[in-house]
């Protein structure tokens, strides 16, 4: 069984990355889904798995799309209907919500990411009723009020709840509705009252809400009503507690963790700098929201990237933060969460940066659609061009691009042209037209960046070089395989004269150039010459990131290959991709 978490075609594609993992832990000899892991192309590895479940060996597969609210059907066919399971979850979206959340739906298309054959099973977890594919299954609130007091009874950890006329009323009141029962019940947990004093505060929690926000359905209406409850509590017991709760409207529902926070928290409000002074005071203040039931502990991952696991809260209470807790846009707020996630973008000499790089993917897409870029001030620049990595190493080019454009417009009207932080964004952009085949506007672009930094740091400073090299990588794909070996040569010189022959061997720009070369000299049919560079990029390898990376096990297979080739062997039956040059940085 695979879970793929549906919610938005990001985090639908980075699923379909953990589902490739998975099968390449139990089958690891399937070749084109270890390439697509080598090339970190999501959109392959996306095909890669969904070729493996199109595989007739493979009959017995059941795969579960959870999440799939932000629904829009384009007319294009997809799956055997009959194989597909609906599950439509309590509740329609509110007015409010569906109207205020328009102009930040990433509405899609699910059907191009089902498989292509009939000999497995699909369910779909769903909200939106417009989602008409296949059996539909609706799961309905709670009828019977002995499930509802049962719920009650278990979250407030109070026996004989179904003996209490209160409790009776309370469990009418609250209609059935799972997620509102567990937060009254986790509040009568922490608070010695009664549950006539807890209906009160619910009463006038419902008049607040419909004073403020008469468009709410009743369904929203009570649990949001509870929430509420929830919320006076905790801004009693802690202001911090009730602050983060506010800020989290500017994230991702999913996964908050410590070190997102950290660094910008230092410099942020005292509420802020308090909650993240270390790890257990960070913790303390998930442990009230946590009691309180509007948050659960750990992510849906287990990857972490070296770094603390998370905190998440459901979707439902994520729209309340928005919608309620934040009635507009806070600038401060949503700034400060941009900050955390452009802070957080992490180098590649960080251990498992790729995995930190997947946890804020989409943090990031919610501090764009929250933030008017107009807002943001020019020395802010820097956060678009962090933001423009990250997309960029994710395979969202067309965000990059926009981040890259906005982080060199703020650069120049702030620095200057010529300043060398303008030139990396001029750089990033080149690596980007490489990447979209736009090679004249990249070749421009690395120009631009290469003249820049001659005249600003000298020959042979680093920057330089790792620009030289993706050069390289361009005259390689234009086929200009000597002026590509000229840039290569350059760039490793330059690399080992600057850092030393020991420490090149674990920088990975140099890394890369190795493995260029080798690519390079198999298309030109120096075939020995070929397996010598990939033969030290393995090893450099090898001390980077250990034998169980996806790429020591391609480059050995890439050696194999060519002795064969060398010994005269028939490999017609070799399974091969082209290969593109890798960028230095």
């Not at 452009?342 to 790729?354: D, G, L, N, R």
């Not at 990059?400 to 952009?429: C, F, I, W």
């Not at 090299?469 to 290569?488: D, H, I, P, V």
Request: charged share 25%; glycine share 6%.
């Amino acid at each position: 069984m695979l879970w793929l978490n549906a919610r938005d075609e990001t985090s639908l594609r980075q699923s379909f990355q953990l589902a490739a993992r998975r099968i390449l832990r139990e089958h690891p000899t399937v070749a084109y889904v270890q390439n697509a892991m080598v090339n970190q192309d999501l959109d392959e590895t996306t095909e890669a798995v969904k070729r493996w479940l199109d595989e007739a060996r493979n009959d017995r597969w059941l795969v579960v799309y959870d999440n799939y609210d932000d629904v829009r059907f384009d007319g294009r066919g997809g799956a055997d209907q009959s194989a597909l399971r609906i599950a439509e979850e309590g509740g329609p979206v509110s007015s409010k919500t569906s109207q205020t959340e328009t102009a930040d739906s990433k509405a899609y298309d699910i059907r191009p990411y089902f498989p292509e054959t009939d000999h497995g099973a699909i369910v779909i977890t769903t909200r939106s009723s417009t989602v008409k594919l296949g059996q539909l299954i609706r799961m309905s609130k709670l009828s019977d009020v002995k499930d509802s007091l049962a719920i009650l009874e278990s979250t407030s950890s109070r026996a004989h709840l179904s003996q209490n006329p209160d409790a009776y009323t309370l469990a009418r009141r609250l209609d059935g509705l799972p997620l509102a029962l567990s937060t009254a019940g986790a509040y009568l947990n922490q608070v010695s009252t009664t549950c006539a004093e807890y209906l009160r505060l619910y009463d006038e929690s419902w008049l607040r809400l419909q004073r403020e926000s008469p468009q709410l359905l009743d369904y929203d209406q009570a649990l949001y009503s509870t929430w509420g409850v929830s919320f006076n509590h905790i801004r009693q017991q802690s202001r911090g507690a009730a602050m983060l709760l506010r800020l989290w409207a500017y994230f991702d529902n999913e996964d908050i963790w410590y070190e997102l926070l950290q660094d910008v928290g230092s410099e942020g409000p005292l509420w802020l700098q308090d909650i993240t002074e270390d790890t257990l005071s960070f913790n303390a203040t998930m442990r009230v929201l946590c009691e309180h039931g509007l948050v659960e502990a750990d992510p849906t991952t287990n990857e972490t990237g070296g770094e603390s696991p998370g905190y998440s809260v459901h979707g439902c209470v994520h729209t309340w933060m928005i919608h309620v807790l934040n009635t507009g846009v806070d600038e401060e707020m949503s700034l400060i969460a941009m900050r955390c996630v452009a802070w957080h973008v992490p180098s590649y000499k960080q251990q498992e940066y790729w995995i930190v790089q997947r946890r804020l993917l989409q943090h990031s897409d919610r501090c764009i659609t929250r933030t008017a870029t107009d807002a943001v001030e020019e020395e802010d620049a820097w956060m678009f061009h962090k933001l423009g990595i990250l997309f960029s190493k994710q395979g969202r080019l067309k965000e990059a691009e926009a981040m890259y454009q906005r982080a060199l417009q703020g650069k120049e009207k702030a620095l200057g042209p010529d300043h060398t932080s303008t030139l990396d964004s001029v750089g990033n952009l080149g690596n980007l037209y490489s990447d979209q085949g736009r090679l004249k506007e990249a070749e421009a672009m690395y120009q631009r960046a290469l003249q820049g930094y001659e005249k600003a740091l000298g020959p042979d400073h680093i920057s330089i070089l790792n620009t030289v090299g993706n050069l390289g990588n361009l005259y390689s794909n234009q086929g200009r395989l000597r002026e590509a070996e000229a840039k290569y040569e350059r760039a490793l010189q330059g690399y080992e004269k600057a850092l030393g022959p020991d420490a090149i061997k674990t920088y990975i720009p140099a890394l890369n150039t190795l493995q260029n070369l080798g690519s390079l000299f198999e298309k030109l049919g120096e075939n020995s010459k070929a397996i010598s560079y990939y033969h030290q990029a393995q090893n450099s390898l090898l001390s980077v990131q250990g034998p169980q990376n996806e790429r020591y096990t391609y480059l050995s297979d890439k050696i194999a290959l060519l002795q064969l080739i060398i010994q005269g062997t028939d490999i017609s039956c070799c399974e091969e991709k082209p290969e593109r040059g890798l960028k230095a940085k």
